[in-house]
Protein backbone atom coordinates (compact mmCIF):
# COMPACT_ATOMS: atom_id res chain seq x y z
CA UNK A 1 0.00 0.00 0.00
CA UNK A 2 1.02 3.49 -0.61
CA UNK A 3 2.03 6.30 1.75
CA UNK A 4 -0.42 7.88 3.62
CA UNK A 5 -0.57 11.63 2.87
CA UNK A 6 2.41 14.07 5.19
CA UNK A 7 -0.45 16.47 7.02
CA UNK A 8 2.50 18.03 8.82
CA UNK A 9 2.10 19.31 12.71
CA UNK A 10 -0.34 20.90 14.26
CA UNK A 11 2.19 24.03 13.88
CA UNK A 12 1.72 24.09 10.72
CA UNK A 13 -1.82 23.76 10.22
CA UNK A 14 -3.16 27.34 9.73
CA UNK A 15 -6.75 28.13 9.58
CA UNK A 16 -7.97 31.28 8.60
CA UNK A 17 -11.46 31.46 10.70
CA UNK A 18 -12.22 35.13 10.26
CA UNK A 19 -12.39 34.51 6.40
CA UNK A 20 -14.86 31.99 6.60
CA UNK A 21 -18.54 33.07 6.32
CA UNK A 22 -21.31 31.58 8.37
CA UNK A 23 -23.83 29.84 6.14
CA UNK A 24 -26.74 31.42 6.03
CA UNK A 25 -30.08 29.44 8.55
CA UNK A 26 -33.24 28.73 7.62
CA UNK A 27 -34.59 32.32 9.30
CA UNK A 28 -31.92 34.06 7.56
CA UNK A 29 -32.79 32.74 3.87
CA UNK A 30 -34.50 35.61 2.03
CA UNK A 31 -33.75 37.97 4.52
CA UNK A 32 -32.81 41.54 3.35
CA UNK A 33 -29.60 43.35 4.41
CA UNK A 34 -29.94 45.75 7.42
CA UNK A 35 -30.64 49.22 5.94
CA UNK A 36 -28.11 52.03 6.65
CA UNK A 37 -29.30 55.83 8.05
CA UNK A 38 -30.21 57.68 5.32
CA UNK A 39 -27.45 60.65 4.67
CA UNK A 40 -27.89 64.24 5.07
CA UNK A 41 -29.87 66.25 2.30
CA UNK A 42 -28.10 69.22 2.38
CA UNK A 43 -29.37 72.08 0.18
CA UNK A 44 -32.87 70.06 0.23
CA UNK A 45 -35.78 71.90 2.15
CA UNK A 46 -35.91 74.54 4.25
CA UNK A 47 -32.82 75.75 6.08
CA UNK A 48 -32.49 74.18 9.58
CA UNK A 49 -35.26 71.47 8.86
CA UNK A 50 -34.46 68.82 11.04
CA UNK A 51 -36.23 66.40 8.50
CA UNK A 52 -33.16 66.87 6.35
CA UNK A 53 -30.47 66.12 8.91
CA UNK A 54 -28.33 63.44 9.06
CA UNK A 55 -29.53 60.46 11.78
CA UNK A 56 -26.85 61.33 13.86
CA UNK A 57 -27.48 65.14 13.83
CA UNK A 58 -31.24 65.04 14.25
CA UNK A 59 -30.65 62.39 17.62
CA UNK A 60 -27.59 64.61 18.97
CA UNK A 61 -29.89 67.52 18.60
CA UNK A 62 -33.15 65.81 20.43
CA UNK A 63 -32.73 67.62 23.35
CA UNK A 64 -32.83 71.35 21.66
CA UNK A 65 -36.04 70.25 19.28
CA UNK A 66 -38.00 68.58 22.35
CA UNK A 67 -37.14 69.27 25.29
CA UNK A 68 -39.46 71.37 27.46
CA UNK A 69 -36.37 73.62 29.08
CA UNK A 70 -32.68 74.19 27.98
CA UNK A 71 -30.11 75.04 30.31
CA UNK A 72 -27.26 77.14 28.73
CA UNK A 73 -23.89 77.97 30.65
CA UNK A 74 -21.30 80.18 29.84
CA UNK A 75 -17.45 79.39 30.73
CA UNK A 76 -14.78 81.87 31.46
CA UNK A 77 -10.99 81.47 31.07
CA UNK A 78 -9.25 81.79 34.09
CA UNK A 79 -6.96 84.50 32.23
CA UNK A 80 -10.06 86.61 31.28
CA UNK A 81 -11.71 86.74 35.23
CA UNK A 82 -7.77 87.44 36.42
CA UNK A 83 -7.50 90.84 34.43
CA UNK A 84 -10.07 91.22 31.97
CA UNK A 85 -8.13 89.83 28.83
CA UNK A 86 -10.85 88.93 26.67
CA UNK A 87 -11.06 85.38 25.82
CA UNK A 88 -13.31 83.30 23.15
CA UNK A 89 -16.80 82.97 24.09
CA UNK A 90 -17.79 79.32 25.34
CA UNK A 91 -21.09 77.73 26.19
CA UNK A 92 -22.66 74.46 27.06
CA UNK A 93 -26.17 74.14 26.01
CA UNK A 94 -28.06 70.85 28.32
CA UNK A 95 -31.32 69.31 28.18
CA UNK A 96 -33.47 68.95 31.24
CA UNK A 97 -31.27 65.28 32.63
CA UNK A 98 -28.64 67.90 32.77
CA UNK A 99 -26.62 66.18 30.24
CA UNK A 100 -24.50 68.28 27.38
CA UNK A 101 -26.27 68.32 23.86
CA UNK A 102 -24.42 71.55 22.19
CA UNK A 103 -21.45 73.01 22.48
CA UNK A 104 -20.92 76.62 21.56
CA UNK A 105 -17.39 78.02 20.56
CA UNK A 106 -15.93 81.33 19.23
CA UNK A 107 -13.65 80.33 16.25
CA UNK A 108 -10.25 82.13 16.08
CA UNK A 109 -6.80 80.65 17.44
CA UNK A 110 -3.94 82.34 18.03
CA UNK A 111 -2.58 85.58 19.48
CA UNK A 112 -3.67 87.73 16.37
CA UNK A 113 -7.19 86.59 16.27
CA UNK A 114 -6.90 87.62 20.76
CA UNK A 115 -5.74 91.00 19.56
CA UNK A 116 -8.79 91.37 16.97
CA UNK A 117 -10.57 90.68 19.44
CA UNK A 118 -9.52 92.67 22.19
CA UNK A 119 -8.79 95.46 20.42
CA UNK A 120 -9.97 95.81 16.61
CA UNK A 121 -13.38 97.68 16.89
CA UNK A 122 -14.85 95.87 13.68
CA UNK A 123 -14.21 92.66 14.63
CA UNK A 124 -16.70 90.13 13.23
CA UNK A 125 -17.53 87.32 15.84
CA UNK A 126 -18.39 83.48 14.90
CA UNK A 127 -19.97 81.12 16.99
CA UNK A 128 -20.17 77.29 15.89
CA UNK A 129 -22.67 75.04 17.83
CA UNK A 130 -21.23 71.48 17.77
CA UNK A 131 -22.68 68.40 18.61
CA UNK A 132 -20.98 66.23 21.38
CA UNK A 133 -19.70 63.95 18.10
CA UNK A 134 -18.00 67.50 16.94
CA UNK A 135 -20.96 67.83 13.95
CA UNK A 136 -21.44 71.58 12.72
CA UNK A 137 -24.91 72.02 13.75
CA UNK A 138 -25.61 75.96 13.37
CA UNK A 139 -23.11 78.98 12.77
CA UNK A 140 -23.98 82.08 14.52
CA UNK A 141 -22.49 85.28 13.07
CA UNK A 142 -22.05 88.79 15.08
CA UNK A 143 -21.09 91.92 12.83
CA UNK A 144 -19.79 94.89 13.89
CA UNK A 145 -22.95 97.42 14.46
CA UNK A 146 -23.29 101.22 14.64
CA UNK A 147 -26.56 101.36 16.94
CA UNK A 148 -28.44 97.53 16.87
CA UNK A 149 -27.06 94.33 17.25
CA UNK A 150 -27.49 91.58 14.88
CA UNK A 151 -27.31 87.80 14.43
CA UNK A 152 -26.80 86.07 11.04
CA UNK A 153 -27.49 82.20 11.55
CA UNK A 154 -26.58 79.46 9.31
CA UNK A 155 -28.21 75.94 9.19
CA UNK A 156 -25.51 73.07 9.41
CA UNK A 157 -25.40 73.25 5.54
CA UNK A 158 -23.63 76.15 5.38
CA UNK A 159 -27.51 77.73 4.03
CA UNK A 160 -28.75 81.32 5.82
CA UNK A 161 -31.39 80.23 7.93
CA UNK A 162 -32.42 83.76 8.97
CA UNK A 163 -31.35 87.15 11.50
CA UNK A 164 -32.11 88.44 14.43
CA UNK A 165 -32.38 91.92 14.59
CA UNK A 166 -32.03 94.58 17.83
CA UNK A 167 -35.30 97.24 16.90
CA UNK A 168 -35.90 100.14 18.41
CA UNK A 169 -38.29 100.25 21.62
CA UNK A 170 -38.58 103.30 24.11
CA UNK A 171 -39.77 100.97 26.98
CA UNK A 172 -38.34 97.56 27.17
CA UNK A 173 -36.32 95.69 24.52
CA UNK A 174 -37.02 94.16 21.63
CA UNK A 175 -35.37 91.40 18.23
CA UNK A 176 -37.28 90.16 15.21
CA UNK A 177 -36.13 86.55 14.16
CA UNK A 178 -36.57 87.25 10.70
CA UNK A 179 -36.20 84.34 8.13
CA UNK A 180 -33.83 84.11 5.31
CA UNK A 181 -36.65 85.16 2.83
CA UNK A 182 -37.01 88.27 5.08
CA UNK A 183 -40.82 87.64 6.64
CA UNK A 184 -40.96 88.29 10.72
CA UNK A 185 -41.13 84.68 11.98
CA UNK A 186 -41.53 85.67 15.74
CA UNK A 187 -40.56 88.63 18.14
CA UNK A 188 -37.87 88.18 21.18
CA UNK A 189 -39.72 91.10 23.95
CA UNK A 190 -37.98 91.97 27.40
CA UNK A 191 -40.28 93.64 29.34
CA UNK A 192 -38.70 97.11 31.43
CA UNK A 193 -39.81 95.95 34.45
CA UNK A 194 -38.30 92.61 34.15
CA UNK A 195 -34.52 93.07 32.78
CA UNK A 196 -33.39 89.13 32.82
CA UNK A 197 -36.50 87.65 31.24
CA UNK A 198 -37.21 87.42 27.12
CA UNK A 199 -40.21 86.66 25.76
CA UNK A 200 -40.54 84.54 22.75
CA UNK A 201 -43.88 85.75 20.86
CA UNK A 202 -45.11 84.22 17.80
CA UNK A 203 -48.70 85.77 16.01
CA UNK A 204 -49.33 87.41 19.49
CA UNK A 205 -48.77 84.37 21.67
CA UNK A 206 -45.77 83.03 24.34
CA UNK A 207 -44.01 80.27 22.76
CA UNK A 208 -41.03 80.37 24.73
CA UNK A 209 -38.73 82.57 27.53
CA UNK A 210 -35.43 83.37 27.78
CA UNK A 211 -34.13 83.58 31.37
CA UNK A 212 -31.24 85.04 33.08
CA UNK A 213 -30.38 82.74 36.35
CA UNK A 214 -28.80 83.69 39.51
CA UNK A 215 -24.90 82.60 39.23
CA UNK A 216 -24.20 82.80 42.76
CA UNK A 217 -22.13 86.63 44.16
CA UNK A 218 -18.94 85.92 43.50
CA UNK A 219 -19.81 85.07 39.81
CA UNK A 220 -22.10 87.65 39.17
CA UNK A 221 -19.40 90.14 40.87
CA UNK A 222 -16.35 89.09 39.18
CA UNK A 223 -17.44 87.06 36.13
CA UNK A 224 -19.42 87.94 33.20
CA UNK A 225 -20.42 84.32 32.81
CA UNK A 226 -23.71 83.76 32.65
CA UNK A 227 -26.48 81.01 33.20
CA UNK A 228 -29.73 80.94 30.99
CA UNK A 229 -32.94 78.95 30.75
CA UNK A 230 -34.78 78.40 27.46
CA UNK A 231 -38.61 77.59 28.29
CA UNK A 232 -40.81 75.98 25.47
CA UNK A 233 -44.40 76.11 25.71
CA UNK A 234 -45.57 72.58 23.79
CA UNK A 235 -47.00 74.42 20.70
CA UNK A 236 -43.28 75.05 20.12
CA UNK A 237 -42.78 71.99 17.91
CA UNK A 238 -40.96 74.26 14.77
CA UNK A 239 -37.64 72.84 14.78
CA UNK A 240 -36.20 75.91 13.13
CA UNK A 241 -37.45 78.33 15.53
CA UNK A 242 -36.05 76.27 18.03
CA UNK A 243 -32.74 76.70 16.56
CA UNK A 244 -33.25 79.99 15.98
CA UNK A 245 -34.84 80.53 19.73
CA UNK A 246 -30.93 79.34 20.79
CA UNK A 247 -29.40 81.44 18.86
CA UNK A 248 -31.19 84.88 19.85
CA UNK A 249 -30.08 83.48 23.73
CA UNK A 250 -26.78 83.92 22.59
CA UNK A 251 -27.28 87.19 21.18
CA UNK A 252 -29.60 88.39 24.32
CA UNK A 253 -26.53 87.47 26.44
CA UNK A 254 -24.10 89.40 24.32
CA UNK A 255 -25.82 92.55 23.76
CA UNK A 256 -27.21 93.02 27.42
CA UNK A 257 -24.67 91.16 29.82
CA UNK A 258 -21.64 90.94 28.68
CA UNK A 259 -19.78 94.01 30.00
CA UNK A 260 -16.36 93.44 28.61
CA UNK A 261 -16.44 94.07 25.04
CA UNK A 262 -19.10 95.88 22.65
CA UNK A 263 -19.29 95.95 18.77
CA UNK A 264 -21.11 99.23 19.04
CA UNK A 265 -19.37 102.57 18.16
CA UNK A 266 -20.68 103.74 20.79
CA UNK A 267 -20.45 101.72 23.62
CA UNK A 268 -22.43 99.55 25.94
CA UNK A 269 -25.55 102.50 26.36
CA UNK A 270 -25.87 102.02 22.83
CA UNK A 271 -27.17 98.73 23.22
CA UNK A 272 -29.75 99.40 25.45
CA UNK A 273 -31.15 103.02 23.87
CA UNK A 274 -34.44 100.84 23.26
Known amino acids: MGDKPGWGTDSELELDWGARKARPGPQDA ?55 WEGK ?62 AEVTAWDGRPMGDIVQRLRLFGRRFDIVSSTGAVLATVEGPFWRPWTFRILQRGEEVAVIRKKWSGLLQETFSDADNFSLEFQPSCTDGRLRQLVLASALLVDLTYFDSRKNRSLFGAGADIVD
Not at 112 to 130: H, Q
Open 89 to 150: NKYEVSGEDGRGTVYVGETGEGWMSRLARNFWPFYRARLECMTVGGTLAMAVELPWHLFFAR
Open 30 to 84: GASPPEEPAPALAGKGPPGDPRYMSLELRLSLEAVLTATTLRMRQFREALEILIG
